[in-house]
């Protein structure tokens, strides 16, 4: 039988011009908390940020011990008795653009159970600019935001949703004109919800991201990436 490793952390490291967070996972919240668990993490997470994400490369990597991140987990496996995975990873890196992270449910030190990162693409580095990214990265981290502009949210996520909408109407008796009307507007709906740039400002609802951006007044001021990472999702 295959166990799941489905508790686990992600860990953040790097500065505001290259940012990684990589996710480790293990079977309970328990291990997640583990002293031995979380010193690997820690230099997991700086390693995972000099090799950018690439995980081949990782995996193949020396850490202090002289031994490879391979052969680490496996020791790591052995000695608390778990099984223990290296999830998924990312790193944000763009020219001329400044980086901004927030960590939700915090285990230790640049370790947590979410972690969001934001790259903002500006010539200003006043602190102004970093207030907007933490909180950008908070916004990001209770909204969930599936992309930044409703046409880059993933085609196969808009096909399920509109099966799930049609198959509502479907069942409500209304005329075919009146119901795709409704269909329209809850597709529009869904895509607004899940844009970041048009979703209600979390700090301040009746505005939506894009107003808060605006009213910043900085010319050059661009949401370029975002990346959200939530344990076991």
Known sequence: MSR?????????????????????????????????????????????NEKSSNLDDLKNSKMKNGETVEDNVVSLIAKIGEKITIGKAKTIENAGTV????????????????????????????DVVKNFGKQLSMHIAASNPLALTSDLIDQSVIDKEQELVTEELKNSGKPDEIAQK????????????????????????????????????????????????????
């Open 99 to 126: 980086n901004n992270h927030y960590l939700h449910t915090v285990v230790k030190d640049n370790i947590s159970k979410l972690a969001v990162i934001v790259s903002l693409e500006t010539k200003d580095n006043s």
């Open 4 to 48: 799941d490793a489905k508790e686990g952390v992600v860990a953040v490291s790097g500065d505001e011009n290259k940012t990684s967070v990589i996710e480790v996972n293990c079977e309970t919240d328990f291990v997640a908390k583990n002293e031995d668990f979380t010193n690997f993490v820690k230099e997991l997470s700086d390693l995972n």
């Open 182 to 233: 409704i269909s329209l507007g809850k597709m529009n709906k869904f895509k607004e919800e899940n844009s970041l740039l048009t979703q209600a400002w979390v700090m301040e609802p009746k505005k939506k991201v894009q107003d808060i951006v605006k009213e910043l007044s900085i010319a050059d001021l661009k949401i370029k990436e975002f990346y959200r990472i939530k344990v076991g999702e």
